[in-house]
């Protein structure tokens, strides 16, 4: 109990550090100064990586899948009265299909293994979402998590020249959602409130929707 403990207060001291690094440099997410936080701070205690990571991942792990389920608070105080419904559906699909399958070929043409193949596919979800996908695909999952923390992270960080011309809130927030995730989520938000809930929106309906539909069609091309 006392090495979770230790492990939790590190990536808490790294986040407090990261907080106002971010806000001098907004371009590049808390979350990456926070890791080389971490990684400092592990450095000067003499700390294991793989002893931090055995310590900490049950607890964020575990807190992982409550933040998620908390995304129905905002998503409470959106406005669907409105929605393109059709428009939404159209780039749900093309999103999660894309994200999917430009992964998976980019891995087939490096002639990676089945395994790690299978590891690129969960690129268009969350963490959560996607550690319980590569579980199901027999992938591996610190492959997998690494690869959806990396496009979090490029997305967020690439997000504010991309979308510099864009100035329809729902549209940058929705964009945001689907293709950087929780970071992207909460770049969102830094944006505005609509931003940030129509990328909790973006985010949530994608991870449900890849996770039914992703899972069940590999597993089926497998049996064949």
């Given at each position: 109990?006392?090495?979770?403990?230790?492990?939790?207060?590190?990536?808490?001291?790294?986040?407090?550090?990261?907080?106002?690094?971010?806000?001098?440099?907004?371009?590049?997410?808390v979350i990456v100064f926070g890791m080389c936080f971490v990684l400092l701070l592990l450095y000067f205690f003499g700390i294991p990586y793989e002893t931090y990571?055995?310590?900490?991942?049950?607890?964020?792990?575990?807190?992982?899948?409550?933040?998620?389920?908390?995304l129905a608070i905002p998503l409470a105080a959106m406005r669907y009265d409105d929605l393109p419904l059709k428009a939404i559906l159209g780039i749900l699909f093309f999103a999660s299909l894309s994200a999917?399958?430009?992964?998976?070929?980019?891995?087939?043409?490096l002639h990676m293994s089945?395994?790690?193949?299978?590891?690129f596919a969960t690129r268009a979800v969350t963490t959560p979402i996607a550690i319980n996908i590569a579980?199901?695909?027999?992938?591996?999952?610190?492959?997998?998590?690494?690869?959806?923390?990396?496009?979090?992270?490029?997305?967020?960080?690439?997000?504010?020249?991309?979308?510099?011309?864009?100035?329809?809130?729902?549209a940058s927030g929705l964009a945001l959602?689907?293709?950087a995730h929780?970071?992207?989520?909460?770049?969102?938000?830094?944006?505005?409130?609509?931003?940030?809930?129509?990328a909790a929106f973006g985010m949530a309906v994608n991870a449900v929707f890849t996770a039914v539909w992703l899972p069940t069609f590999i597993l089926y091309l497998q049996k064949m």
């Open positions: 109990m006392l090495s979770i403990l230790y492990g939790f207060l590190i990536t808490l001291v790294a986040y407090l550090l990261a907080k106002p690094c971010n806000q001098k440099v907004p371009q590049i997410p990571v055995a310590q900490t991942n049950p607890l964020f792990n575990q807190l992982l899948g409550y933040v998620t389920v908390a999917v399958a430009l992964p998976m070929g980019l891995a087939y043409a089945s395994a790690d193949i299978m590891a579980t199901l695909l027999e992938a591996p999952i610190q492959l997998a998590v690494l690869i959806v923390i990396l496009s979090g992270v490029v997305g967020a960080a690439f997000s504010p020249l991309i979308l510099r011309h864009i100035n329809d809130e729902r959602g689907l293709a929780a970071i992207g989520t909460a770049q969102a938000w830094q944006r505005g409130s609509v931003a940030g809930r129509y």
